[in-house]
T-cell receptor, first 114, second 109 residues
Framework: ETGVTQTPRHLVMGMTNKKSLKCEQH?????MYWYKQSAKKPLELMFV???????ENNSVPSRFSPECPNSSHLFLHLHTLQPEDSALYLC?????????????FGSGTRLTVV | KNEVEQSPQNLTAQEGEFITINCSYS?????LHWLQQHPGGGIVSLFM???GKKKHGRLIATINIQEKHSSLHITASHPRDSAVYIC???????????FGTGTRLQVFP
């Protein structure tokens, strides 16, 4: 257990469904991230939150909607996804927004869109 | 452009072999991270280094700032070392980590 908890671990959803991914950390970190990992590709940054404020949206389609209600929780709301959105979605946190201190990752949610 | 390249993409080894994974980056960095990802998906941080060498158990990470190159070595490899190893760079001109594509290592008994 790294200190960053993601639920669910696996999710299968239809293209018309709405679902949410949850991430929780109690490490006292101020920055939280959503990454997408597709096969044979580097991790792709989706969203960055710093002190509960969204500071980056990396050209992510609007069918992905993040929410950060407080510094410990981060959600990714999903609706009308496409099969190509099937991937491993990883949440990470870091003490500050800078990359120098490294990130703590969750175990990921394996998403399959059918 | 901030780029991170790893080699090889795939690596197989017999138990006990010495393993080397390489990482090159394009411009100046403040830190270089080595990460391990097991089949379940979770990513664990192994090392963060900005100069020289670090050692933890059978793992050794080195970095050459002038050459813009880092290596991860595994001595006396074991099947439980089988995982994807990822390097990530914290470039001076951005506050984001830039990730390599990873090296998939399989160690056979």
């Amino acid at each position: 257990e790294t200190g960053v908890t993601q639920t669910p671990r696996h999710l299968v959803m239809g293209m018309t469904n709405k679902k949410s991914l949850k991430c929780e950390q109690h490490l006292g970190h101020n920055a939280m991230y959503w990454y997408k990992q597709s096969a044979k590709k580097p991790l792709e940054l989706m969203f960055v939150y710093s002190l509960e404020e969204r500071v980056e949206n990396n050209s992510v389609p609007s069918r992905f909607s993040p929410e950060c209600p407080n510094s410990s929780h981060l959600f990714l709301h999903l609706h009308t996804l496409q099969p190509e959105d099937s991937a491993l979605y990883l949440c990470a946190s870091s003490p500050t927004r800078t990359a120098n201190y490294g990130y703590t990752f969750g175990s990921g949610t394996r998403l399959t869109v059918v | 452009k901030n780029e991170v390249e790893q080699s090889p993409q795939n690596l197989t080894a017999q138990e006990g072999e010495f393993i080397t994974i390489n990482c090159s980056y394009s411009v100046g960095i403040s830190a270089l991270h080595w990460l391990q990802q097991h089949p379940g998906g979770g990513i664990v941080s192994l090392f963060m280094l900005s100069s020289g060498k670090k050692k933890h158990g059978r793992l050794i990470a080195t970095i050459n700032i002038q050459e813009k190159h880092s290596s991860l070595h595994i001595t006396a490899s074991h099947p439980r070392d089988s995982a994807v190893y990822i390097c990530a760079a914290a470039f001076y001109n951005t506050d984001k980590l830039i990730f390599g594509t990873g090296t998939r290592l399989q160690v056979f008994p």
